[in-house]
C-alpha cells in the first residue's frame, strides 16, 4: 500500500497548487496498516486532519481506488506532540456520524478552506508594490462588486510572482462579505481530471455529466488556477466555454489566473480566449527591489524572525526573479542561523546564500538568441544591416535588454550588433524604455525573453 500511497501523492502533486500541496502536505507520512484496504497516513495536527478530510478524502479514495481495481478507504491519524503517541481518527461510518448542524462549517476560515481557498492567501498579506499596485486594486474591485465590474478577471505574469495569493485574496474576501457564496477555487489541472473522469471506462456517463453540470453551472464564484495547462485540451476547453456560457450572463464572478496573456496562448479556443478577454486583464511583473525587501521581511514577520534591513536588502540584490526564490533563499538564512545558533547578520547570510543569483552572467549573446526565438528570426539578423520591421525592432528589443541587463557600454554593445555606432543603440534604448511604459503587452513580452535569460543559469 505504501507504493499506492506514493502514485496518489504524485497525483495530488500534479493537480494542487504549490502554495497549498507543500504545507499541508509536505509533513504527511505514511503509516502500515495491518489491513490491506487501507491506507493509513499521519499528520502533525487535528486541524491538519479536518482539512485534508473534508477536502480531499474522497479524491485519495477514489485515486487509490483506480490503482488498485477495489475500494480503498483512508486512515487518518494524528500525532499527539506533547506524548508523541499516536490518536486515532475512525473511519467515517454510521456510527459516528455528526448530525448536520455540527458538520456545518463554524468559521471563515472553515468555508475558505471548503471552497478551495488557503488561509494565508489574505489581501492583508499581499505585500503591494509598484509591479502588482493594478492588479491588487482591480482585484479589490472584483472582491467588493463580485460579478458586477471586471467579469471575469484574468490574471497573468511569470512563475511565482504572486498571482495564486491574489486570487486567493479574492475569493476569501468575497466569503467574509457573503459566507453563504457558492464560490469554488480548483487548479487547472484537477479541472482537467474531473473532465476526464467523466468517460472514465472509455464511455461517458449521463448521471456524471448530469452532476459536473449541476456543480459548475450553480456556482456563484469560479476560481481556476493556472489556466494555460488546457492547452490541446480540446474536450475540457469546451465544457469550460459551456460554463462560461452559463454564469456570465447571470453576472457570476469568474477569476483566471495564467503565466501570459489571453491573447498569446497557444492551441486554444479561439471562442475561449475571447472570453478569457471580454473582461479585464491585469498583469503582475517581476517585483522591483524596494517590494522584493518588503516581501522578504513580511515572510520573517510570518515566521517569527526579525530580519535586519540590511539583510532584506543583501537578499533583495541577489535574487531577482520571483518570490518563491526569494522565500528559498529566506529560509536558507534562517536554517543556517538556527543550525550554528547564530543571529542573522549580513556575514552570515552571504554564507548562506553561497552560490545563490537570480540572474547570474547572462552575456549579449544570449540576449541575442532568446530575443531572436521569441520574435522568429534569425541570431544573424542581429549583426545584419536588414530593416525589415521586424528583424528591426526584435533588434532594438535586444540592444534595450543588453543595456538593461549587462554592464557593456554603448559602444560595446553596438560592435556587439554588427559594428552599429553608440547612438543607434542609444535611440533604441530610448525608444522601447517609452514604449514600455505605454505598451502593456510590449511590457509583458520583455519579461517573457528576461524570464528566458534567467533560465539560462
Known amino acids: 500500500m505504501r507504493e499506492v500511497w506514493k502514485s496518489v501523492l504524485a497525483f495530488l502533486k500534479n493537480t494542487i497548487p504549490e502554495e497549498v500541496f507543500v504545507p499541508w502536505f509536505g ?26 478530510k473534508a477536502q480531499y478524502e474522497k479524491d485519495i479514495e477514489e485515486k487509490a ?5 477495489r475500494e480503498i478507504k483512508l486512515k487518518i491519524t494524528v500525532k499527539d506532540p506533547n506524548k508523541g503517541a499516536m490518536i486515532s481518527e475512525p473511519l467515517p461510518g454510521p456510527a459516528n456520524t455528526l448530525p448536520e448542524e455540527e458538520k456545518a462549517p463554524k468559521s471563515i476560515d472553515e468555508i475558505a478552506t471548503k471552497c478551495g481557498l488557503h488561509s494565508g492567501l489574505t489581501f492583508d498579506t499581499f505585500v503591494i ?8 486594486s482591480s482585484a479589490m474591485l472584483v472582491a467588493e462588486f463580485p460579478g458586477e465590474r471586471c467579469n471575469p478577471l484574468f490574471i497573468y505574469g511569470g512563475v511565482g510572482l504572486g498571482k495564486t495569493h491574489l486570487m486567493h485574496a479574492v475569493g476569501r474576501k468575497i466569503l467574509e462579505d457573503n459566507p453563504n457564496t457558492n464560490l469554488l477555487c480548483i487548479s487547472a489541472n484537477r479541472f482537467i481530471n474531473e473532465v476526464v473522469s467523466l468517460s472514465a471506462g472509455g464511455r461517458y456517463s449521463d448521471e456524471k455529466i448530469q452532476k459536473f453540470d449541476n456543480k459548475y453551472r450553480n456556482l456563484d464564484a469560479l476560481l481556476i488556477d493556472d489556466v494555460q495547462f488546457l492547452c490541446k485540451r480540446g474536450g475540457t476547453q469546451q465544457r469550460l466555454f459551456n460554463i462560461f456560457e452559463a454564469l456570465l450572463p447571470k453576472n457570476k464572478q469568474i477569476i483566471l489566473t495564467c503565466d501570459t496573456y489571453a491573447r498569446q496562448l497557444s492551441d486554444f479556443d479561439e471562442r475561449l480566449i475571447s472570453r478569457f478577454g471580454a473582461g479585464l486583464s ?7 527591489f524596494e517590494l522584493r525587501a518588503a516581501i522578504l521581511l513580511q515572510k520573517a514577520k510570518q515566521q517569527g524572525v526579525k530580519l535586519p534591513l540590511e539583510v532584506a536588502y543583501l537578499i533583495a540584490t541577489r535574487l531577482n526573479t520571483n518570490i518563491r526564490e526569494l522565500e528559498g533563499a529566506l529560509n536558507s538564512v534562517i536554517m543556517r542561523a538556527e543550525v550554528f545558533k547564530k543571529p542573522i547578520t549580513e556575514e552570515l547570510a552571504k554564507e548562506a546564500l553561497q552560490g545563490i543569483t537570480g540572474t547570474g552572467r547572462i552575456s549579449i549573446e ?12 534569425k541570431i544573424a539578423d542581429m549583426h545584419s544591416k536588414r530593416r525589415v520591421a521586424n528583424v528591426a525592432y526584435a533588434r532594438q528589443i535586444a540592444m534595450y535588454l543588453a543595456k538593461e541587463l549587462t554592464q557593456k557600454s554603448l559602444i560595446e554593445i553596438g560592435y556587439a550588433f554588427g559594428g552599429r555606432d553608440h547612438a543607434t543603440v542609444l535611440y533604441a534604448v530610448k525608444k522601447i524604455t517609452k514604449e514600455r511604459a505605454q505598451n502593456q503587452e510590449l511590457n509583458h513580452t520583455l519579461h517573457l525573453i528576461e524570464q528566458d535569460l534567467k533560465n539560462w543559469n
Open 129 to 136: 508594490g509598484n509591479a502588482n499596485r493594478v492588479a491588487r
Open 65 to 69: 481506488a483506480e490503482i488498485c481495481g
Open 27 to 52: 509533513k504527511v507520512e505514511f503509516t502500515e496498516d495491518s489491513e490491506p484496504d487501507i491506507i493509513n497516513i499521519s499528520v502533525p495536527s487535528v486541524p491538519h486532519s479536518k482539512f485534508i
Open 366 to 377: 544570449n540576449i541575442q538568441q532568446s530575443t531572436a526565438e521569441h520574435f522568429s528570426i
Open 282 to 288: 491585469v498583469s503582475i511583473e517581476p517585483a522591483e
